[in-house]
């Protein structure tokens, strides 16, 4: 078996991941940063699903983009997703990430209302007060009140990333973000995840 294996030089394997990714895409192509947000988010998961089912709002990506070089920060509704983005070069434009969701005061706020940490999150990044990426990777209540906060003129995210995944309010969570008037990158269906929300940032902040 062990002539089966291609061996790669390290610092070429996600060059030929790539390549492998576009091969097996037999000729569909979107225009940039489209194209790149697609093959980092099948290379993340193997999935070639993404190629159907990520959905942008016009010029949402290169909006996103725009923002993160002009030093917008992001925020997230889990560790994972924020442990996934590109800090370094984040900050080199001047943004940071943020994530509530360890804080004590949200949990117990949480626990006293009856909702989700997530929920409580999206409210402490309105109380930010400014320009803000929001990347959701897993709570489909993040998504809900975050359309909740936008109708009420609360905050406007330059960008919404909204990728839970799961099986309960996940497609309707999705479905009604698309429809808060706010730029939007979004996996419809029930695919998504942490590591999809660190994808589509890290695709939007390595773009030249």
């Known amino acids: 078996m062990l002539e089966k294996i ?27 940063p489209e194209f790149s947000i697609v093959k980092r988010c099948i290379h993340t998961s193997a999935d070639f699903d993404y190629g159907d089912n990520l959905c942008f709002s016009k010029g949402a990506a290169a909006l996103g983009v725009k923002a993160l070089k002009a030093g917008v920060s992001i925020v997230t509704d889990t560790r994972m997703a924020a442990s996934g983005i590109n800090k370094k070069r984040l900050s080199e434009y001047g943004g940071q990430v943020h994530c509530f969701m360890d804080a004590a005061d949200v949990a117990e706020e949480a626990k006293n209302r009856g909702c989700t940490r997530a929920a409580v999150c999206m409210e402490r990044a309105a109380a930010l007060r400014e320009n803000l990426v929001i990347a959701v990777g897993n709570a489909p209540t993040a998504l809900v009140r975050l359309y909740e906060l936008i109708q009420a003129g609360e905050i406007r995210p330059v960008l919404i990333i909204g990728a839970p995944v799961g099986f309960v309010n996940v497609v309707e969570a999705k479905e009604l973000i698309m429809t808060a008037g706010v730029p939007y990158i979004v996996p419809k269906g029930r695919k998504g995840g942490s590591n999809i929300a660190a994808t589509i940032c890290n695709a939007l902040l390595y773009q030249k």
């Open 6 to 32: 291609q061996f790669v030089k390290p610092e070429m394997i996600e060059a030929r991941s790539m390549e492998i990714i576009t091969e097996e895409l037999k000729g569909r192509t979107w225009p940039e």
